[in-house]
């Protein structure tokens, strides 16, 4: 067995490097090596999307370096996360935060935070990614829904404005900027927010973004009507087709 071997995984060839890991794995290894092949495995499946594989991959890493090796903990947290363990995940992505705030740990522990409710934190672990990586629009992102989620909506406008310098793109960052709009009662700018974001989306994200522009447009036909917001929901409906009609009898 060559360390070398199982590295292929860096030029991309992630079958190559699974099959020698296990071929590795499968004779006699020294034991200060376990946790390498069992983190290179974790790794690669938590990158191919294979959640609970790389779970079980990341564990034995973990064990096999007795815990100390914060990068692998932090693996593990972020497998974790996306196998839907937040509770685990969140106590696995701290430990590894304390000792080697990586951006990509820290952006994992922020969603989980938010998941579980506990804003505070979670506000507190993203300002340390904004720091870590302060041109780092996805940073700034979580931020954002930190503030918002903790009722902070002119911080959060702040924070994406920002973000917006950095890459005007964003199709989240303008997403973000509707909700802090509409949380501070400017809804026809928070519509245009949305309009923008519904240009810059990828199609999966989509439908929620159209509903959150109906449930917007509906908002601005209360007294006094907006003839603009009008036209808009009549066009959005148009859009919608029968998605919109089943949007529209499920309101209240």
């Known amino acids: 067995y060559e360390v070398g071997e199982v590295q292929e995984s860096r030029l991309g060839d992630e079958a190559a490097a699974i099959a020698s890991c296990k071929r590795a794995l499968a004779g006699k290894v020294e034991r200060e090596l376990l946790d390498d092949l069992y983190g290179l495995l974790g790794e690669i499946f ?32 972020r497998a974790l996360a996306a196998a839907g363990k937040d509770g685990l995940a969140a106590h696995h992505l701290a430990a590894a935060a304390a000792s080697a705030p990586e951006p990509a740990v820290l952006a994992a522990l922020v969603r989980v935070l938010l998941q579980s409710g506990e804003v ?37 406008r702040e924070t994406l404005l920002r973000a917006l310098e950095l890459d005007a793109s964003q199709a989240e960052a303008h997403r973000l900027l509707s909700k802090a709009h509409a949380a501070v009662g400017d809804g026809l700018i928070a519509i245009e927010h949305l309009r923008v974001a519904l240009g810059r989306a990828d199609e999966a994200k989509r439908p929620a973004l159209l509903a959150d522009k109906l449930a917007l447009l509906f908002e601005q036909l209360a007294p006094p009507t907006s003839s603009d917001a009008a036209a808009d929901l009549e066009a959005l409906l148009d859009e919608l087709g029968e998605g919109g009609e089943e949007l529209l009898r499920a309101r209240p």
């Open 46 to 77: 938590l990158r191919r999307g294979e959640a609970e594989r790389a779970v079980r991959e990341l564990r034995k890493a973990v064990a096999a370096a007795g815990g100390s090796d914060p990068r692998l903990v932090g693996l593990l947290g």
């Open 120 to 156: 505070d934190e979670a506000r507190l672990a993203a300002l340390r990614l904004v720091e870590a990586e302060p041109r780092d629009v996805e940073g700034r992102c979580l931020l954002a829904e930190a503030q918002l989620a903790s009722a902070d909506p002119n911080s959060a």
